[in-house]
T-cell receptor
Framework: QKEVEQDPGPLSVPEGAIVSLNCTYS??????FMWYRQYSRKGPELLMY????GNKEDGRFTAQVDKSSKYISLFIRDSQPSDSATYLC???????????FGSGTRLQVQP | EAQVTQNPRYLITVTGKKLTVTCSQN?????MSWYRQDPGLGLRQIYY???????DKGDVPEGYKVSRKEKRNFPLILESPSPNQTSLYFC????????????????FGPGTRLTVL
């Protein structure tokens, strides 16, 4: 079983929809939870990060962490075609700074 | 412009022919790392370096070597490439000094797509 599970999609939604992306994990030592966005033929770029449990909002994006359920989510409101990308969740226990990534969910927002 | 650069971006080679993928960053970051990305497996860390002359194995180090002689450069060496090393490779860098409960963003390069025949 992988340490981090993420539905690969693809997920196709109409422009303006609310998108929900999720990951589950098994390692209770994870303290830092990140969402990276990766456009085609590009490297991942950090979208948001959260320390421990709770919610964090940045514009149209909201990240949620539920450590009791070992479940994290990224919500995108008013989705735009420019949001079309692969979204990778990543987690770290800190210290060595290694990130454990999910396999990524490919999102397509249709105009 | 702050960035991580990798060369080459695309490489097709044959089994056993030694190759080096270069990585350079201009952000004065102490930490650098190599990942490979494969379908269904996400990114997996190959090697990392906390600073000059300090390197350590990640999760999938077999068949790879690295060196860190200068702060800005972190080359990935495949001494004898094999077809199972066909993958998309990313270099990343970040600061290592952290505040309590904060995360230092890792900046990724554009990737190197390697095919080993």
């Amino acid at each position: 079983q992988k340490e981090v599970e993420q539905d690969p999609g693809p997920l196709s939604v109409p422009e303006g929809a609310i998108v929900s992306l999720n990951c589950t994990y098994s390692n209770s030592a994870f303290q830092y939870f990140m969402w990276y966005r990766q456009y085609s033929r590009k490297g991942p770029e950090l979208l948001m990060y959260t320390y421990s449990s709770g919610n964090k909002e940045d514009g149209r994006f909201t990240a949620q962490v539920d450590k009791s359920s070992k479940y994290i989510s990224l919500f995108i409101r008013d989705s735009q075609p420019s949001d079309s990308a692969t979204y990778l969740c990543a987690m770290s226990a800190g210290g060595r700074r290694a990130l454990t990534f999910g396999s990524g969910t490919r999102l397509q927002v249709q105009p | 412009e702050a960035q991580v650069t990798q060369n080459p971006r695309y490489l097709i080679t044959v089994t056993g022919k030694k190759l080096t993928v270069t990585c350079s960053q201009n952000m004065n970051h102490e930490y650098m790392s190599w990942y490979r990305q494969d379908p269904g497996l996400g990114l997996r860390q190959i090697y990392y370096s906390m600073n000059v002359e300090v390197t350590d194995k990640g999760d999938v180090p077999e068949g790879y070597k690295v060196s860190r002689k200068e702060k800005r450069n972190f080359p990935l060496i495949l001494e004898s490439p094999s077809p199972n090393q066909t993958s998309l490779y990313f270099c990343a860098s970040s600061l290592t000094r952290t505040k309590i409960n904060s995360y230092n963003e890792q900046f990724f390069g554009p990737g190197t797509r390697l095919t080993v025949l």
